[in-house]
Each structure stands twice: as C-alpha cells, then as structure tokens.
T-cell receptor
Framework: DAGVIQSPRHEVTEMGQEVTLRCKPISGHNSLFWYRQTMMRGLELLIYFNNNVPIDDSGMPEDRFSAKMPNASFSTLKIQPSEPRDSAVYFC?????????????FGDGTRLSIL | AQSVTQLGSHVSVSEGALVLLRCNYSSSVPPYLFWYVQYPNQGLQLLLKYTSAATLVKGINGFEAEFKKSETSFHLTKPSAHMSDAAEYFCAVSVNDMRFGAGTRLTVKP
C-alpha cells in the first residue's frame, strides 16, 4: 500500500517567493497533520485536519503560513512570502481517525531551503 | 497538558551491546505512548505503541518498551544493537493530541 506522499522532496527558493508543499495522505485516513522539523526546535505540529476540516492551527507560526485540505486525498501548506527562517524539513502525516490511540504515518518530508 | 522528556540527546553503543533509550512522560490522565524511529532523509516510522493492554510492548526490529506507571517511564530497549539501528528515536505521548520528545540519536560503533 502507498504511504503518505509528499512533494516536492526538496525545494530551494529565494526569500520573498511563494512556496507550496503538497501531501497525499494514506487512502481512508481521516486525519492529516503538518509538522516542521528543525535542529533548534525539533518536531513542531503546525496544523491538523479531521475529515478535511482544520481542527487546530495554533502551531502555525504566523499569517504567512496557510494550509488547505480541499478533499480527503490532498492537502497543501503554503508560505507567502517565504523567509530564510522558514528553512526546515516539513512533514505531513496521516492517521486512520482522530483519537489519542491512533498512530500517525509520516511521509518522507520536504526539505525547504530559503536563500 | 501532557509532555514527554527524552533523557540523553545522543547515545552511543557498540554493536551487540544493549540499547536503552529513556523516556519519561507527564500526563494527568492515562496516556497512550509511542516510539518512532527516523532514518536519515526519511519520515518517522512507528516502532511500537502502548495502549494499556500490556505493560511490556514488543515492536519491530527487536525493540521493546515497558510502561512503568510508578516511574512515569516508557524506556525503549533492544538486547543486541545492530549497525542498522543507527537512527534518531522519538518518544511520543498522546492524550488529546500527540506530543513528541526532542529525540535521541543512537550511534552504533562496530
């Protein structure tokens, strides 16, 4: 079975440009999570969706970040305008349903570098 | 609110030696606990999870973890390290949402 698919795997762009990260969750999974991983801050939850509806976006750093889930099989995380401090690895994860006992399945991440 | 602390950001063992990665949690209600592994340039993969069915949980690749309520711990062990075990390991606690520890990087020396 296909796991969580993220694209692109690597993105290098200049400060001020718009960046769009994409995620396809595992088919049948109802919850989707976006994380950011850096050496300094570790793994941070940015936002999560349940049944395509954003439930908690308190981790989104600022208004430059936005996330959408137009349907059950696709989500985007957008940064506009991008800044060098946004450089990080961004992970998407999905779980079968919302619940504390549900393990999350991670994609391989997008390594983002803002010059 | 729940939290998790991983003791030791780096652990180094020799091949064939015991692996012990420490995790302590804080939670006002009985939590679910997880261990994940991350290999270079990959996402996190589930090693094992505790859901109160048994205090000793066996996972993939020969790893296991024991839930000790009195010590609020969920340490990860493997009797004999293999070179392929070198990776970063994350403990996570879940009540309302999942919180990850800072991670422990395991190095295995030949």
């Amino acid at each position: 079975d296909a796991g969580v698919i993220q694209s692109p795997r690597h993105e290098v762009t200049e400060m001020g440009q718009e960046v769009t990260l994409r995620c396809k969750p595992i088919s049948g999974h109802n919850s989707l999570f976006w994380y950011r991983q850096t050496m300094m801050r570790g793994l941070e939850l940015l936002i999560y969706f349940n049944n395509n509806v954003p439930i908690d976006d308190s981790g989104m750093p600022e208004d430059r970040f936005s996330a959408k889930m137009p349907n059950a099989s696709f989500s985007t995380l957008k940064i506009q305008p991008s800044e060098p401090r946004d450089s990080a690895v961004y992970f998407c994860a999905s779980s079968l349903q919302r619940g504390a006992n549900q393990p999350q399945h991670f994609g391989d991440g997008t390594r983002l570098s803002i010059l | 609110a729940q939290s998790v602390t991983q003791l030791g950001s780096h652990v180094s063992v020799s091949e064939g030696a015991l692996v012990l990665l420490r995790c302590n949690y804080s939670s006002s209600v009985p939590p679910y606990l997880f261990w994940y592994v991350q290999y270079p340039n990959q996402g996190l993969q589930l090693l094992l999870k505790y859901t109160s069915a048994a205090t000793l949980v066996k996972g993939i690749n020969g790893f296991e973890a024991e839930f000790k309520k009195s010590e609020t711990s969920f340490h990860l062990t493997k009797p004999s390290a293999h070179m392929s075990d070198a990776a970063e390991y994350f403990c996570a606690v879940s009540v309302n949402d999942m919180r990850f520890g800072a991670g422990t990087r395991l190095t295995v020396k030949p």
